[in-house]
């Protein structure tokens, strides 16, 4: 194979490889949004922009290449930026132990763990420089074609996925306890005649009924008092009692094999009522549910409200009492073994009543 054939290969190559890994991101663009938020780049306020600031720019880069637009003095060097950024970036997240399963670069159409995607960014690095080795002679374009090669490619993108503001969640509020009011008929004390000393009952007996008092459970509600928490928002009356929470995506395996868990178990956990928080489309819930062997009470979120509620992929599970989280399990972490354990202890050692 000649250089000139050579080149035209690797030039297509990393064309398309661009290409599919920015176009990848828009699909859900919600998805990849979440990745680059739980990594710690950007907050939610601001990571609708960023992301397509960048998918964009990844689209540009794969159609310098394939069009073979400057690629000694703009593309090759500005594709070396952008891969050398990523991949010190995801070289400090495992290092650090903040990696995920996926790291966001092919969206979710290719999920690809901080590793393997380190791997692919050096073996790209390498094509990029061996493309500049064999490059000699520039196209006619100037910047100010690139430039506005960018404007266009970001306002297209900006028509065909409007930016949506994500609904950010707020911290545990305290819920004012109500005021008590003394009543009218307080009791007093009362001397009681001597006679009424032949009738008390015998120390055996009061000693009996005075353990019996010490052993009383303390109610739940003095150990977890009433809160308004963050899922009070999406969940009406969902502070009140012992309530599981879960959010799961409809797309998600995960998900489904831990809400068939559930339900092969309910009744070790039917103290607690559940409510679903999907994401998803309506036409998925019923064959959800088919799959996992029962419905429960349920919400439909938009990619804005749910994923704000997530460190990790879902799936999430959160045990409230009372709007207290007791137990908060995200991803791999999720196990409803341990949900019943938590569950039979507050059994054991609170009144419910």
């Not at 064309?15 to 920015?22: D, E, N, Q």
Request: net charge neutral; glycine share 6%.
């Amino acid at each position: 194979m000649t250089n000139i054939n050579l080149r035209t290969v690797l030039r297509l190559f990393m064309g398309i490889m661009f290409l599919f890994s920015g176009i990848s991101k828009l699909f859900p663009i919600e998805a990849f949004e979440s990745v680059t938020v739980q990594q710690g780049i950007i907050s939610w306020e601001l990571v609708p922009y960023l992301s397509r600031i960048l998918i964009a720019f990844e689209i540009l880069l794969g159609l310098l290449f394939v069009l073979s637009v400057k690629i000694r003095r703009f593309t090759v060097p500005a594709s070396l930026v952008m891969l050398g950024a990523f991949t010190f970036y995801l070289l400090y997240l495992e290092i650090t132990g903040a990696g995920g399963d996926n790291c966001g670069c092919f969206g979710e159409l290719l999920p690809m763990s901080g590793i393997s995607s380190i791997i692919k960014n050096l073996v790209f690095a390498a094509i990029a420089l061996y493309l500049l080795k064999l490059t000699e002679a520039e196209s006619r374009y100037s910047y100010a074609h690139i430039g506005a090669g960018y404007v266009v490619v970001l306002s297209i993108l900006l028509v065909a996925t409007p930016v949506k503001h994500y609904e950010t969640v707020t911290e545990l509020q305290p819920v004012p306890a109500p005021a008590t009011v003394a009543p009218d008929n307080q009791e007093h004390s009362i001397t009681m005649p001597d006679d009424t000393v032949k009738n008390a009952e015998p120390p055996a007996k009061l000693e009996a009924d005075t353990a019996k008092k010490e052993i009383k459970k303390p109610l739940l509600g003095d150990k977890y008092p009433v809160v308004v928490s963050v899922y009070s928002q999406l969940i009406p009356g969902i502070d009140s009692g012992i309530r599981i929470v879960a959010f799961f995506s409809l797309d998600c395996d995960h998900c489904l094999a831990v809400a068939t868990e559930m339900n092969k178990n309910a009744g070790a956990i039917s103290v607690a009522k559940r409510h679903y928080l999907f994401l998803g489309s309506e036409d998925q819930i019923e064959p959800f549910f088919a799959g996992s062997g029962g419905s429960v009470g349920h919400t439909l979120l938009t990619p804005q409200k749910f994923y704000p509620h997530l460190s990790a992929a879902p799936p999430k599970v959160i045990l409230l009492v009372n709007g207290n989280p007791v137990l908060v399990m995200e991803g791999d972490a999720v196990s409803v073994k341990v949900l019943i354990d938590k569950i039979k202890e507050i059994n054991q050692n609170y009144s419910i009543k």
